[in-house]
């Protein structure tokens, strides 16, 4: 898998940045205070550039960048805005700038006592991402990522690592490009304490990767079996893991889910993952879907754009991301992840409009349209859920609708709840980690878009509130008494462009989500 950028901690070391060959970053708390020891000629160009108009104009976060500076061996110099009043997202967009531009160098961060530093460092390591597997002749400004291990105790420290958390490169086939230069060395005057302190953002880059990983993967790698075996190497990591197939499915009665797969090469699988760190408390439990493939079906999607339709299992992978963070931090909570796998497919033997289908509730399902599949799949493993763990609230995650797009863009995700108090805490999550969410309306007259003349309701409303109508349909899956909160992540999954944590592609949206959710209303104090 890919892993993110080795970053370690030492101590402040000012006459060491004149020697740095490779790119030098110093975070200013002002305009006009240059800290660290640079030689006179480097000095004087770095305040000249920030007593200009376009130094003057650098808002927290941003940076502006002199190149071979002299008297120095560094191949840049870096100049970053980031006054101590800064934000979370101000200091993580801060690294960023960095991140995005690791190319094969070793960069040198000086920190200082920056209270923000360990932000700056999460930030660097979440923008460093670079999928290039299957690149035989990478852009030649493409960041190479570093394999990294988190210290086994504080006695490591100083040169503790923000990157990956005890990864197994068996978790998939072909492994990243690797560079022995690709890494970044910060400055601060307290490393053995962000040192320590990184091992639990080492583990939320670890989970973001993941996701993104698995979300950028094509489907003829990433297969419902694939995919399934990847989630079983975490066992490895302290997770109990078990894989249901279909024969185990039928018996559960799973016969939305698996009809979904009729079509499809690939046998339908769900995945269970347990988390067991906290006490003797009921679970959270999260649901992904995970469509590994979507055409559509027989109700066959328009070749246009189709290709991206290899994000379908965005759910799924958000979840996995999450149970790989929990279990690498060592969370103290008990979480259960349980991802549907599936391909929807067009074949002699796919499931068709106008069949109707049972439920593992079982209530019947009229199919009006085949490329309505995700929240069949999510119906039967939500309903699973609930059955066998008793969770103390559920949440599920889907690239479930283009309507949400079309009425929140791809800035934020659609959250749909039947419990204020759990809406609340994901929409706080969500912002304290600078993840957009909005919450949209649930309620019984919306019922009627869903009404089928020779069924318990049909699978699709239509146009009109697609998004809306997606989730009451989920909402006959959840018992009357189960807190419940569903996330339509179709927008911020897979967006057009780059966004400020993440070059185009996977953006791993929901892991710092959730992971926060867990720990601040999940953990056992």
Wanted: avoid cysteine; proline fraction near 6%; charge should be negative.
């Amino acid at each position: 898998m890919t892993h993110p950028v080795e970053i370690n901690f030492t101590e402040v070391a000012p006459d060491q940045l004149a020697d740095h060959p490779g790119r030098v970053a110093i975070l200013l708390t002002a305009h006009d205070k240059l800290p660290g020891k640079l030689p006179r000629a480097a000095q004087d160009a770095a305040m000249r550039a920030l007593a200009s108009k376009a130094g003057q104009a650098l808002k927290p976060g941003q940076a502006m960048e002199l190149a071979f500076p002299s008297g120095m061996a560094a191949e840049a110099l870096v100049l970053i805005v980031l006054p101590n009043a800064s934000t979370q997202a101000e200091a993580r967009r801060a690294g960023a700038v960095l991140g995005a531009k690791l190319g094969r160098s070793h960069t040198l961060v000086f920190a200082g006592g920056h209270k923000l530093a360990g932000e700056v460092a999460l930030g660097l390591a979440l923008r460093g991402y670079d999928f290039s597997v299957y690149q035989t002749k990478p852009p030649s400004d493409a960041p190479d990522q570093g394999s990294a291990t988190l210290p086994e105790s504080e006695g490591q420290a100083p040169h503790a690592v923000l990157g990956d958390a005890q990864a197994d490169d068996r978790l998939e086939g072909p492994a990243a490009p690797v560079s022995e230069k690709a890494r970044v060395t910060m400055m601060v005057k307290e490393p053995e304490v962000l040192a320590k302190a990184a091992q639990d953002a080492a583990a939320v880059a670890e989970g973001v990767f993941f996701t993104r990983d698995l979300v950028n993967e094509p489907a003829n790698v990433l297969t419902t079996s694939d995919f399934a075996d990847r989630l079983l190497a975490m066992q490895e990591i302290g997770l109990e893991v078990e894989v249901l197939d279909e024969d185990e499915l039928a018996k559960l009665g799973m016969r939305a889910l698996l009809a979904v797969g009729q079509g499809s090469e690939s046998p339908t699988k769900v995945v269970v993952m347990r988390w067991n760190g906290g006490a003797g408390e009921a679970p959270l439990a999260l649901v992904g879907k995970g469509v590994v493939f979507d055409t559509g079906g027989i109700s066959i999607k328009p070749g246009a754009g189709m290709e991206e339709m290899t994000m379908d299992m965005g759910g799924a992978g958000v979840v996995a991301g999450v149970m790989r963070t929990l279990a690498l931090r060592r969370a103290k909570a008990n979480v259960v992840g349980l991802v549907g796998l599936v391909e929807n497919m067009p074949d002699g033997r796919a499931y068709r409009p106008g069949d109707i289908l049972k439920s593992m509730k079982g209530d019947t399902i009229e199919v009006v349209n085949t490329d309505a599949e995700g929240r069949l799949v999510l119906a039967d493993v939500m309903w699973y859920a609930q059955e066998r763990f008793k969770p103390r609230a559920m949440i599920d995650l889907a690239t479930l609708t283009g309507a949400v797009i079309t009425a929140l863009g791809h800035d934020n995700a659609g959250v749909f709840s039947n419990d204020d108090a759990l809406a609340d805490q994901i929409l706080a999550a969500a912002k304290a980690e600078g993840e957009g969410a909005w919450r949209l309306p649930l309620g019984p007259s919306y019922d009627g878009l869903i009404k089928s003349r020779l069924a318990d309701m049909k699978n699709s409303g239509g146009r009109a509130a697609g998004s809306i109508t997606a989730a009451q349909f989920l909402a006959r899956f959840v018992r009357e008494d189960q807190p419940w909160a569903h996330l339509d992540i179709a927008g911020v999954a897979l967006p057009p462009a780059a966004t400020d944590l993440a070059p185009r592609g996977a953006t791993g949206w929901g892991v710092m989500t959730l992971d926060r959710l867990v720990r601040d209303g999940f953990e056992t104090r």
